[in-house]
């Protein structure tokens, strides 16, 4: 019977597809993987879940030939890229890429909390679907709407995907503050609240359902984080510079900076000490080196000679 039903239902299914206009599917498959050293591993698992239509790779070994991604995207039927590189074992980056023929984004990853840190008391059904709510902020630039689609194309989950559910109960929102994206995750939280005022006391012949009303709420998820835009690439993972951030300072140049600082106080300290000891020895208050101090009529070797 089973093999009876599958066969009718594939002959119904054929004669609506040749009776329905052809539509345009929504293809849209995501590779998550990163490269050595990358320590956040809890972020990618939370990544990975709010993504049901992306596959998750092994780490890549090499941080030069990253045009070997593309190879990758290709044997596992993916069109989007979401790679995590690990600097000095304290730099995360994050690469967003439309594999094979581009553009690429690269951008910084900081302030990154995962769920199981945040302790948040919201949450939402494993595989389904967000609604992606973006700043109206990303209209105004070029290279900000170029971000913003290629953010669209990688969280927002097809219909019908693998693994997917056809629910939606959650929000992700891409706000643009201080020239960076901050991303969070919201459940939507409904809430019935009654009505028992006067007017509920004067019409008792109303029914429950006509006397409350749904509230409607956010309550964060989580994971957070924030991106800084460094650079777009033409292609993907190479070619040509297309926009490049000025006013982003390397971590590495900020670290220097801080360095400097602290070894600047340090010479500011030792110049002082020399100083303090060049003032003692003119007044002849140190008893090594320096400049001795006149014997007066009350010194003991003047008494007593």
């Known amino acids: 019977m089973v093999s009876v039903y599958k066969t009718l239902s594939r002959a119904s299914g054929s004669k ?82 439309k594999a094979p023929n581009g553009p690429t984004v690269k951008m910084h990853m900081q302030n990154l909390h995962t769920m199981e840190e945040l302790h948040f008391a919201g949450n939402c059904l494993k595989g389904s679907r967000p609604i992606l709510s973006f700043d ?13 689609e290629l953010l669209f194309q990688i ?48 019409t008792p012949t109303k029914s429950k359902s006509s006397s409350r009303e749904t509230d409607l709420g956010l309550v964060e998820i989580g994971p957070r984080f924030v991106l800084t835009p460094i650079v777009i690439l033409e292609s993907s993972f190479g070619g040509p510079v297309i926009y490049e951030n000025k006013e982003f300072i390397s971590p590495n140049q900020v670290r220097s900076d801080i360095r400097l600082s602290k070894a600047g106080r340090y010479n500011n300290r030792t110049d002082q000490g020399a100083d303090r000891k060049l003032k003692k020895g003119e007044l002849g208050l140190r008893s090594d080196g320096g400049k001795k101090a006149k014997k007066g009529e009350l010194d003991n070797s003047v008494l007593f000679a």
């Open 16 to 97: 609506q597809d040749k009776t329905s206009p052809t539509a345009r599917k929504h293809k849209q498959r995501v590779l998550i993987l990163s490269s050595r050293g990358v320590t956040h591993r809890h972020l990618l698992n939370d990544i990975y879940s709010l993504l049901p239509h992306s596959r998750k790779d092994a780490k890549l070994d090499t941080k030069t030939k990253l045009y070997q991604l593309n190879e990758l995207a290709e044997l596992y039927n993916c069109n989007n890229v979401f790679f995590f590189e690990a600097r000095k074992g304290q730099d995360l980056y994050l690469w967003i890429s």
């Open 136 to 148: 109206a902020s990303f209209e105004k630039e070029p290279h900000l709407r170029v971000i913003k």
């Open 155 to 202: 969280f927002s989950v097809p219909k019908g995907a693998r693994k997917s559910k056809p629910f939606t109960d959650h929000v992700i929102g891409f706000t643009l503050a201080d020239g960076k994206i901050w991303i969070r995750n919201y459940q939507i939280n409904e809430t019935e609240s009654s009505k028992l005022g006067k007017d509920a006391e004067a």
